[in-house]
Nanobody, 112 residues
Framework: QVQLVESGGGLVQPGGSLRLSCAAS????????VAWYRQAPEKQRELVAH???????NYADSVKGRFTISRDNAKNTVYLQMNALKPEDTAVYYC??????WGQGTQVTVSS
């Protein structure tokens, strides 16, 4: 069993930044693809960012240029750096290792 523990969510003003963290209970992050999803109220869950085992990344058009997914293998942690945040970024953000585990979700609220 693999457990993913998220942190870093909170309330931020438009234009601000947050860094979300997703720590795995086992040392597997370095060898697996990881994705960040988000789900806003009354919206479908959407893929935000993805990083594969070779650290190739992909982003949704809505966040490209503002968000960065990365990993720290020594800490067995994946990050989502979010800059220039907009109110439409407000959602619960989840990390995911496909086929293995989901994080519990962390709330991000962008509001003045």
């Amino acid at each position: 069993q693999v457990q993913l523990v998220e942190s870093g969510g909170g309330l931020v003003q438009p234009g601000g930044s947050l860094r979300l963290s997703c720590a795995a209970s086992r040392s597997i992050i370095s060898g697996l693809p990881v994705a960040w999803y988000r789900q806003a109220p009354e919206k479908q869950r959407e893929l935000v960012a993805h990083i594969n085992s070779g650290d190739y990344t992909n982003y949704a058009d809505s966040v490209k240029g503002r968000f960065t997914i990365s990993r720290d293998n020594a800490k067995n942690t994946v990050y989502l750096q979010m800059n220039a945040l907009k109110p439409e970024d407000t959602a619960v953000y989840y990390c995911n290792i496909p086929g293995l585990a989901w994080g519990q979700g962390t709330q991000v609220t962008v509001s003045s």
